[in-house]
């Protein structure tokens, strides 16, 4: 999986991102996943922000407010994160935990600075795989995702990436890219992807660096 280059600020960039349609589904494909978010919207699915959400259990930064994520889409990324970014993340139980809410929060923040194009492609893939019919007959993922096994996650995953579907080949690379870059694009995971870091001439010429 290709890993994202980071930015010397030390933050994610998700800029890059939000210049492309993630999800070129042609009219068919659109049409689908509209139905299903509405669908979805209308069986109860969350579709309100979290919002603040306590850091008892959840490892969440308490004074963090979702402003595009749903619980529900919370739930997915703490099951996607450790098939996803895996081999990175921290092996002390608590160490990863806390690793995995903050890239969730790095998601949020980066998909809430996107365009509304984007933001509606994405609200549309993540009711997809919420939906409890459609992440059981479309996405083959049997259990609701806070009881999904990394390993289960990761068949997920592979299905995705090698389907002969358009709409499943690009989800994929919609719930990648923005995780990698969250991931690996974050200061204290940048060694991961070989980066340095940015050169001592630079931090101390530029206050960004000093206070990231």
């Known amino acids: ?125 993540f009711d997809l795989l919420n939906f409890g019919l459609t992440r059981v007959t479309v996405a083959r993922v049997w259990s609701s995702w806070p009881n999904v096994t990394t390993e289960e996650a990761d068949a997920f995953l592979e299905r995705w990436r090698t389907s002969r579907i358009g709409l499943f080949n690009n989800g994929y690379i919609a719930l990648t890219k923005i995780s990698n870059v969250a991931f690996y694009g974050y200061r204290d995971f940048w060694h991961l992807s070989g980066y340095p870091g940015p050169p001592q001439y630079a931090v101390d010429a530029l206050p960004q660096f000093q206070n990231a």
């Open 1 to 125: 999986m290709q890993k994202q280059i980071p930015d010397p600020s030390g933050h994610p960039q998700f800029n890059d991102l939000n210049r492309r349609s993630f999800l070129k589904t042609g009219l068919g494909g659109a049409l689908f996943l509209g139905t299903v978010s509405v669908t979805a919207g209308l069986s109860g699915c969350a579709t309100q922000p979290a919002g603040r959400l306590s850091a008892v259990g959840t490892r969440m930064d308490a004074s963090y407010q979702f402003r595009f994520l749903t619980e529900d889409d919370i739930a997915l990324f703490e099951a996607l994160l450790p098939a996803m970014v895996g081999p990175g993340l921290p092996e002390q139980p608590q160490a990863r935990n806390m690793a995995i809410a903050g890239t969730i929060e790095r998601i949020d923040a980066g998909i809430h600075k996107f365009g509304p194009a984007n933001q509606k492609e994405l609200r549309r893939l």
